[in-house]
């Protein structure tokens, strides 16, 4: 599986998802954030594989600028019908190119675009400034609504 739309990074390379498989797990599983991030975001990738490999509720995607894996983001579908984006982190080497950015507007015009539409939604701790902002930016409003201390914010549309 693989999911293209236009985004693409800084540098003009297309940001793409695709499933976590034989060819890429390793290189996905090496992604690591920059140590000020690791109070918010698990390191390395490789938990989050494990997450999704052990449980039904979520789906781990690699994110690929260009043809290099540069970090890991995954979703989920709530019983309401809902679809979330969780678990994104972009390997420090990576970050500030606009990678992030590319591969949350690719997922998320991904998942609105199934069947019925299904609102998409997102949730962030409230210290995390950048992560707040740039969901912000890309056009998720905040609902008011709290989940395990993260603020959850819905899409309303292209940011």
């Not at 976590?20 to 090496?30: E, G, H, L, T």
């Not at 920059?34 to 789906?59: C, F, I």
């Not at 019983?79 to 969780?86: A, P, Q, R, T, Y």
């Not at 675009?113 to 998409?120: A, L, Q, S, Y």
């Amino acid at each position: 599986m693989s999911i293209t739309y236009d985004p693409t990074d800084r540098a003009g390379r297309p940001v793409t998802l695709h499933a976590v498989d034989a060819d890429n797990w390793r290189a996905v599983a090496d992604r690591a954030p920059r140590d000020d991030q690791r109070d918010r975001v698990l390191a390395p990738a490789a938990r989050y594989l494990v997450l999704t490999s052990r449980e039904d509720t979520w789906n781990s995607l690699a994110v690929l600028a260009g043809d290099q894996v540069t970090g890991h983001i995954m979703w989920a579908r709530d019983e309401d019908g809902s679809h979330w984006l969780g678990g994104m982190l972009i390997d420090a080497s990576h970050q500030g190119r606009g990678i992030g950015a590319a591969a949350v507007r690719t997922l998320t015009t991904w998942l609105s675009d199934r069947e019925g539409h299904p609102p998409v939604r997102l949730s962030c701790t409230p210290s995390n400034e950048a992560a707040a902002h740039l969901y912000a930016r890309l056009g998720f409003r905040l609902t008011g609504v709290e989940e395990d201390g993260e603020v959850v914010a819905e899409w309303a549309g292209a940011g």
